[in-house]
């Protein structure tokens, strides 16, 4: 059900068709997208003076920065006959500059890693037969392509691999509009998608939750400790988790609030004078019933303001720093934080105590046989249900306790199932009520695996298609939208910097 971006587009365009498209569309920077990136980091990145922005591991050039710049700067110009003065507005036809190469480089990279790319071949023929600066006479003129080079200052290697970028961004956009073209068969086809509807049953396997779910008894435990091999391994476990088994000092302690708002003097005044007034009423015995009479903290109040034991980092600094300070049973002044006036009252603490092996070495033996089994089981269990032997589903079910649940009924033209975080879903086209069984245990995307079947399928009335052509200028909006979430997704997970000097 899932595939690709490239593998869904490239069925459907060619990559020579792609490329022609482009003939209009020529030299750097004439794709003018306009994109307003948000919270770029304001550091240079270590760029230097010669570079604008990176973007991942790219840099944009001063020079490609100020060609940009220029042309906003003569397009703005040339709307207003030339009348305009512009030397307000040149910082925001800066920031537009680098916001239109940032995403003209955004662009260019998302082809990449969907490996829609440009051949050789491809820009020789674009070069030497598409751009008509470089014709006459329906032919290539090397002088007039080498005259260009010089007065832009580029090699042929530069302008190529720039030209490289301009023909993968369009081709990308172009895959978008012909992946998105409403038409009578494709609505049929999508209808035709929905209207099959599946209800699968699973078995949901988390190795560490069912592992940790049994416990091997005492004399297992002890045979197995005698094994110098078993024994090793209990001891990596200990060394590598260790800081888990230690215990961090601790306090256990009650408290009484009453809140106030920061800054408001006249509520910090009467906060401070009721939280006295509970002082001189207050001490260690009557501590529980004062605080379930005034404390302002709904949550502690009503179990007489305890808040159990805490370590270090958990509370308000000053909270924290009083609380660790008392010794059990003593009541504190009133301590102010955040959130108003307390009073602390400590009935408990425990110090700082490093773990040994000797006192955790029972519970790590009893995990690690638990794993080993239940690796065992999940072994068998993948050969059973690759081999048709559903039996061995049910004994695992059994021994581990593992209930089937269902996903509900979906349509055929979803890419995910929340109730089954799978990693792909082709798997569901191929179980049928005769054959409902998956073929093999799948992976979840949390690391947990899944055994599925079938358990109900049905299918709807198909609806009347009617699709009202959207004609070209709407089918090009519709895919444009698709390019750019396509793009506005793959800069969420690049880095950008931007060298703000250059906007100074």
């Known amino acids: 059900m899932s595939q690709s971006l490239a593998s869904k587009l490239r069925r459907q365009l060619s990559s020579k068709n792609a490329t022609k ?34 973007v991942n591991n790219s840099l944009i050039s001063i020079a490609d920065f100020q060609t940009q710049e220029k042309q906003i700067s003569d397009q703005m110009s040339s709307l207003f006959g030339g009348q305009m003065p512009f030397g307000a507005q040149q910082n925001q036809f800066k920031q537009q500059a680098i916001n239109q190469l940032v995403r003209f480089e955004l662009a260019n990279q998302a082809a990449q890693k969907e490996r829609i790319l440009a051949t050789d071949s491809e820009i020789k023929d674009y070069i030497t037969k598409d751009i008509p600066a470089f014709q006459e006479n329906g032919q290539f003129q090397r002088e007039r392509y080498s005259n260009y080079l010089a007065s832009m200052r580029m090699n042929p290697g530069e302008f190529e691999a720039k030209l490289r970028k301009e023909v993968n961004n369009l081709r990308l956009l172009r895959l978008f509009e012909a992946a998105n073209v409403d038409n009578k068969l494709s609505q049929e086809q999508a209808n035709q998608m929905k209207a099959q509807k599946m209800n699968l049953q699973f078995l949901r396997i988390d190795r560490e939750a069912l592992a940790a779910s049994r416990k091997a008894s005492a004399d297992e435990v002890s045979k197995n400790m005698a094994q110098d091999g078993f024994r090793k391994r209990v ?120 773990a040994a092996l000797a006192d955790h070495q029972n519970q790590i033996a ?139």
Do not use: C
């Open 235 to 354: 001891e990596d476990r200990f060394n590598l988790t260790k800081g888990k088994f230690d215990q961090a000092e601790q306090v256990h302690a009650q408290h009484i609030l009453v809140m106030t708002k920061q800054g408001e003097a006249s509520a910090e005044t009467k906060a401070l004078e009721k939280i006295k007034k509970i002082q001189s009423e207050v001490n260690p015995q009557n501590f529980a019933a004062m605080a379930q009479k005034h404390s302002d903290d709904p949550g502690s109040a009503k179990k007489g303001g305890d808040l159990g034991f805490f370590t270090k980092g958990k509370m308000d600094p000053e909270f924290e720093k009083v609380a660790f300070s008392l010794k059990p049973g003593e009541v504190s002044q009133p301590v102010k934080t955040e959130f108003g006036y307390h009073l602390i009252k400590v009935t408990d603490k425990k110090t700082a105590k490093t």
């Open 21 to 54: 498209n482009a003939t209009a569309i020529i030299l750097f920077g004439a794709i003018a997208l306009t994109f307003v990136f948000v919270g770029m980091p304001g550091n240079d990145g270590g760029m230097g003076v010669g570079y604008v922005a990176r």
């Open 366 to 504: 009893s995990q690690i046989l638990a794993e080993d089994q239940l690796d065992k089981d999940i072994k068998a269990l993948q050969e059973a249900v690759s081999g048709g032997n559903y039996d061995e589903v049910a004994k695992f079910q059994k021994d581990w306790n593992v209930n089937w649940q269902e996903t509900g009924f979906f349509d055929m033209s979803q890419d995910s199932i929340a109730q089954l975080p799978v990693e792909d879903l082709g798997f569901v086209a191929g179980l049928t009520k005769e054959k409902p069984w998956g073929a093999k245990v799948v992976s979840g995307r949390g690391g947990e695996s899944y055994i599925v079947k079938l358990k109900d399928s049905k299918t709807d009335a198909l609806p009347a298609t009617a699709v009202a052509d959207a004609g070209p200028e709407g089918r090009r909006q519709k895919s444009f939208g698709f390019y750019d979430g396509f793009i506005r997704q793959f800069e969420k997970q690049s880095t950008i910097q931007v060298n703000q000097k250059v906007l100074q």
